[in-house]
């Protein structure tokens, strides 16, 4: 029997409002959350492998000292678009792509609550990416000024700046509808009973970050607004000559990024609870201190901001203030690792690539955490301060963390997605190919930066070559990886074998219950223009 819900008995695929749209136009009018979930993930990888490019570009350029191949403007000009696409256009949009399928059906709600402004958060992203792109092909080029955009440089270069602005721009509209989206998702429309600490943890991780892009965003938006009016409306927020102070941009700017840190992966969390509990057979470990560490960690990412920053003469004072708020951001983290591992302990573990990648995120992002502890020391950090061991550590925190957990969720959920199971032996050689790579390309690093080697510099002095060089195999061994991960996906799309409703035979959560219908077009279930 069909369920109809009241005042929209007419809502069937062949209603009184004609055909819905088919081919390209229903890509582009779809209010369905299954269609954008799809949409966004693709997206997502389609720039996951230009910003791949981009890093292959800058690692080709350092396997040996000297300049061959990129002039040093447009060697900057690929650290600075390779972080705002991995970042905005990569890792933001896989987890908005996670939580339009998967929210939804966590907590048993039909769709998103604003369905057509859910098409409009990720039809604003291909233009938005297409200015960062192209930006590379204006005269002077792209923005060279690094993915932090720190003024005065972002003030003084050419029209790629701008290009780069309008793009933070855009990318922050779409995802604060998306936040809006999301929030106004799983306050409304659970489903009778489930209250918010019966949420699986996916949900739960998802409505803080929601939060923190909603609080943050604008302040991004702000920053880049007053470059913006520095460049050409005669204000001097940043200009010294003009009675600005260049260190205002690092705080604003700061502001927004450490929480922008934690946007980027506390959604991750909540995929590896959820798959570490289903792989374990068991509930997760310390439900509720999962959801208190969470929102911890959030809202003390608003306040350890200027560990960025200690080189730029604050006093001493404010140096422990933010050395010793940074610290203690470990305590809860070290909850969640507590709690994961209890998961696991005396469970009926099995290793699937699911469980591989959450494990993998486990102990990299534990690593990235404790390089993260050696940085926030502030007389440490004076020595570090913009070389490889911060590009180090964020890419354990960023790649083993973000990126892991998004292949975690991935292939937990593809099954449920396409209803076909993906070639279990190819996923799993996908992730020791990326675990070993990874590591190959960014744990060197670390030595590279302790023997003092500066990041953004495309040319360095001789002793560095061998690890440089290291280091540009493996990040060649991890792109080529990738693409068993895009042959997997597509031969399971195209028809691998047929998936079981609850494929992990464990502790699924409750989306695995949820019929999950090949995604329909909702567009007639929107009011339409008479
Ligand atoms: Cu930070």
New binding site residues.
């Given amino acids: 029997m069909e369920a109809t819900v009241p005042g929209h008995a007419d809502t069937h695929a062949h209603g009184h409002h004609g055909h819905p749209p088919s081919g390209l136009m229903r890509w582009v009018t779809t209010t369905n959350h299954k269609d954008i979930g799809t949409m966004y993930l693709w997206f997502s990888f389609a720039m996951f492998l230009v910003g791949g490019m981009m890093a292959l570009t800058i690692r080709s350029e350092l396997f040996q000292p000297g300049l061959q191949i990129l002039e040093p403007e447009r060697f900057n000009q690929m650290t600075t678009l390779h972080g705002l696409i991995m970042v905005f256009g990569a890792i933001m949009p896989a987890f908005v792509g996670f939580a339009n399928w998967m929210i939804p059906m966590q907590i048993g709600a039909a769709d998103m609550a604003f369905g057509r402004m859910n098409n409009w958060s990720f039809w604003l992203l291909p233009p938005a990416a297409t200015l960062l792109v192209t930006s590379l092909f204006v005269p002077g080029g792209a923005a060279a000024a690094g993915w932090t955009l720190y003024a005065p440089l972002s003030v003084q270069q050419g029209m790629g700046m701008d290009m780069t602005i309008f793009a933070v721009h855009i990318l922050g509209m779409s995802s604060i509808m998306g936040s809006i989206n999301i929030i106004t998702t799983i306050l409304n429309l659970r489903a009778p009973g489930m209250n918010l600490m019966k949420m699986p943890l996916f949900v739960w991780t998802w409505l803080i970050t929601a939060f923190l892009i909603i609080a943050v965003m604008p302040v991004l938006a702000g920053a880049v607004t007053m470059i913006l009016t520095d460049r050409h409306f005669g204000t001097s927020f940043f200009n010294a000559a003009g009675g600005g102070d260049p260190v205002l941009f690092q705080h604003v700017f700061?502001f927004f990024?450490?929480p922008e840190?934690y946007i980027v992966v506390i959604p991750g969390f909540g995929v590896v609870s959820q798959v570490v509990s289903a792989f374990s057979r068991k509930p997760l470990f310390g439900y509720a201190s999962m959801v208190y560490a969470t929102a911890s960690i959030a809202v003390l990412?608003f306040f350890?901001?200027a560990?960025?920053m200690y080189t730029v003469g604050m006093p001493v004072g404010g140096q422990l203030y933010f050395m010793y708020a940074?610290m203690l951001i470990a305590i809860p983290t070290g909850v969640k690792v507590f709690n994961w591992i209890a998961t696991m302990w005396r469970g009926s573990l099995s290793f699937e690539t699911p469980m591989l990648f959450s494990l993998g995120f486990i102990f990299l992002f534990t690593m990235g955490g404790f390089s993260?502890l050696v940085l926030a020391m502030a007389p440490v950090d004076v020595q570090m301060q913009d070389t490889y061991y911060v590009v180090a550590h964020f890419h354990y925190t960023m790649v083993a963390g973000a990126l892991f957990s998004a292949f975690s969720a991935t292939y937990y959920w593809l099954p449920k997605w396409t209803g076909h199971m993906y070639n279990e032996k190819l996923g799993k050689v996908h992730f020791w190919l990326s675990l070993i790579f990874f590591n190959m390309t960014f744990f060197v690093q670390h030595f590279l930066g302790l023997a003092g080697m500066p990041r953004r510099i495309p040319d360095y002095a001789l002793q560095f070559t061998e690890f440089n060089q290291i280091s540009t195999i493996g990040a060649f061994g991890f792109g080529l990886s990738q693409l068993l991960f895009l042959y997997n996906i597509i031969t399971c799309i195209k028809g691998g074998p047929k998936a079981p409703a609850k494929p992990w035979d464990g502790a699924e959560g409750l989306e695995w219950d949820l019929p999950s219908p090949a995604p329909y077009h909702s567009w007639e279930t929107q009011p339409t223009v008479k």
């Fill in positions: 700061w990024g450490h840190v990412s350890v901001w560990h960025h940074t993260g």
